[in-house]
């Protein structure tokens, strides 16, 4: 499983969200939309996106940190 996980400086969601992935043994690919990413880039990927972190899993939209941890409830 792979994942992506956009994010930004100073988030405490995202840093929740990228430690939850790596105590789940995920490795993820980091987009911070204040240094290598634009939001504009986030966007054209998640036109709703008003929050961060966005999380992909294997290409599949899960939403934020609170939807991520739902989605491992369940699995």
């Not at 992506?4 to 840093?15: E, G, L, M």
């Not at 929050?51 to 989605?71: A, C, R, S, V």
Request: aromatic fraction near 10%; charge should be neutral; hydrophobic fraction near 40%.
């Amino acid at each position: 499983m792979k994942a992506i996980v956009w994010s930004k400086n100073a988030c405490p969601f995202c840093v929740q969200a990228k430690a939850l992935l790596e105590m789940k043994g995920i490795d993820y690919e980091e987009r911070n939309v204040q240094t290598t990413w634009t939001k504009e880039q986030l966007l054209e990927v998640v036109p709703t996106a008003r929050t961060l972190p966005q999380i992909f899993l294997d290409d599949n939209y899960i939403g934020g940190f609170t939807e991520l941890k739902k989605h491992f409830e369940k699995v």
